[in-house]
Structures are given as structure tokens and as C-alpha cells.
């Protein structure tokens, strides 16, 4: 068994493609085939299904490639604890963004990558999709809304953005200044689709788990977009809560249906996370470093930290 062979399970484990692994491991399919077999006669093990189409782990080998992450970012560690030591900050960092975040981030983030030696490899991911990832060496960190409080993640808070309820025009609340979250209605919000945490951030802010459970609220539309949104409340009565970086951003207009909350302030965390046994320090406070400079300062007082929404 050798690092190569670990490397190749988990690229055909990727593409489900023997060739395709083949191509991205730049060797040839008929090698990476008989590397692959070779493993599974050391093993005495099938570690891929051949018949199934597309081909796909066995029970055990989905095992073995599960390990087969864990080994390989413990054997990357030696090489990037040499690059810490010596305040190496050239190299790749891949990171991955939940969607709510990536949309204000990502466009400012690529034109500034130039500002520093490291390439910055950026990829959308849900929040479960992200830690998994990052846990299993695949990504080197990520943006999400935290604190996630994790065991096996490190979380560097990097700023704070309160929410806004976004009031439709035609809604009875938009000749309020201020939204009562204790009189919301599940029944008049537009929300994201269960996959996003801001959505559990915003069930948590009003409180509407509790009022869902009692009523008989019919089934509304739910959006993996915060423009969509946004449009949908424009064009119909009721309101949608989004965060200050997307309020931000609306036109003089829209934000004119922008209204805060009475009585409270909601805030979400957004942090990098890595790996506890994360060992590029250097290169981690430089990418820090890069993030923040991106965001307002406005938005990066600890002290919001007390008004955070939970997760």
C-alpha cells in the first residue's frame, strides 16, 4: 500500500469513472486500474463495485476511502508543517463558501487574490457538505455562519452582519419603521430552502418552529435565492429576512422596504474554519487578513458577538 494508491481510490470514488480518475491523476487508465487492483489483492478486498454503472465503492471500500482522506491530510501535514516553520505563505488554499455568503464575497475576493503569493481556489458548498470536506482534507477551510462549536474544527470569527426584514410595499407593515418580531406569522415569511443555515438562523430569530407546530400553515414557496426572494415580496403582500451584506448591495429603491427590528438586534457570525490539526498558520492569517479587508469595519466589532442568532 502507497500513497499513490490512496490517491487513486479517491478519485475514482470522485468521478465514479475510472477514466476520468485516470485523467485527473494524469497517468493512464490501464495504470491507475492495475494499481487499484493491486491494492485490493493486498488487501484481499473489493474496494469498487465494477459491475454498477457508474461504478461505485463497495461497503468496505467506502471504508477504506474514508481512510484513505484521513491518511492523506495527515501525510500533507509533515510537508506543511515544514512550510509553517519557515512562514511559507505561497501555495494553494482551497475554500469553500456556503451560498448566502459566496454571492457578496466571492466577486470582491477574486479581483484582490493578485494582494497575495497564495492561489485561492473558491467553491460554493452547503454548510454539511463544507465541514465534511474540510474534515476529510479536501478543502483547506471555509466561510460559513457559525459558531458551529464543532470538536474537531478551529473557528476564526472574521465579522458580524445584522438581518433586515424586507417588507413587500403592498404588505400592512410597510408603513412601519420598525418590525415586532413577537407578532411575525410564519405564514408571511418567504424562506430559503432547508439546506441554507441562515434559514434555521431566521426560524430561531422569530421564534417560528413553536408556531409552525401549532397551526395548519399551508405550504408557500421556498427559495435557494435571497433575490428570488426579494421579488417574490415585491411583487406579493408579506416580508423576507435578509442579511446587512445583501441589503447593502440592494438599489436606493428596495432599500426603501428595508425595515430593523424593534426591541432586538440579530446578528450572524460568519468565521473560517479549518481543521483543529490545521498547521498552516502562516498561510491561514493571510488568507484572515484578506477576507477582512474585503468586509466593512463597521461589520467586524466583537462586541456585536453578543447578539448573534444560534444556529
Known amino acids: 500500500m502507497n500513497i499513490q494508491q490512496l490517491e487513486y481510490i479517491i478519485a475514482v470514488d470522485k468521478y465514479r469513472h475510472f477514466a476520468k ?4 491523476c494524469r497517468i493512464t487508465q490501464p495504470t491507475l486500474s492495475m ?3 493491486k491494492l485490493e489483492e493486498e488487501l484481499d478486498v473489493k474496494i469498487f463495485d465494477r459491475t454498477k454503472h457508474p461504478v461505485e465503492p463497495t461497503v468496505v471500500g467506502k ?13 500533507r501535514q509533515i510537508k506543511y508543517l515544514v512550510e509553517n516553520e519557515q512562514q511559507t505563505t505561497k501555495g494553494c488554499f482551497a475554500l469553500g463558501i456556503i451560498p448566502t455568503i459566496a454571492t457578496y464575497l466571492v466577486p470582491v475576493l477574486l479581483s484582490r487574490q493578485d494582494e497575495t503569493d497564495i492561489e485561492l481556489t473558491l467553491k460554493e458548498y452547503t454548510t454539511t457538505d463544507l465541514i465534511d470536506r474540510i474534515l476529510k482534507g479536501e478543502l483547506d477551510g471555509g466561510l460559513l455562519a457559525g459558531p458551529l462549536n464543532h470538536p474537531e474544527l478551529a473557528e476564526y470569527p472574521v465579522y458580524y452582519e445584522k438581518f433586515y426584514a424586507y ?6 407593515r410597510s ?9 411575525i406569522d410564519i405564514n408571511d415569511i418567504w424562506l430559503l430552502e432547508n439546506v441554507h443555515c441562515l434559514r434555521g438562523q431566521i426560524e430561531r430569530l422569530c421564534r417560528m418552529k413553536k408556531k409552525a407546530s401549532a397551526g395548519n400553515a399551508s405550504v408557500k414557496y421556498e427559495s435557494g435565492s435571497i433575490d428570488t426572494l426579494i421579488h417574490i415580496v415585491d411583487y406579493n403582500q408579506g416580508i423576507t429576512i435578509i442579511p446587512e451584506l445583501h441589503a447593502m448591495g440592494l ?13 432586538s438586534t440579530a446578528v450572524r457570525e460568519v468565521s473560517l474554519i479549518v481543521s483543529r490539526d490545521y498547521v498552516r498558520k502562516s498561510m491561514l492569517n493571510v488568507i484572515l487578513k484578506l477576507v477582512k479587508s474585503v468586509v466593512p469595519r463597521s461589520m467586524q466589532d466583537p462586541a ?7 444556529l
Open 175 to 183: 408603513s412601519e419603521k420598525e418590525i415586532d418580531l413577537s407578532e
Open 304 to 310: 456585536l458577538k453578543d447578539f448573534v442568532v444560534d
Open 251 to 263: 438599489s436606493e429603491e428596495k432599500q426603501e422596504n428595508l425595515r430593523a427590528f424593534k426591541n
Open 63 to 75: 471504508q477504506i476511502i474514508d481512510q484513505a482522506h484521513v491518511s492523506l491530510k495527515h501525510f
Open 167 to 172: 417588507v413587500s410595499p403592498q404588505d400592512r
Open 35 to 37: 494499481m487499484i487492483q
Open 21 to 24: 480518475a485516470a485523467d485527473d
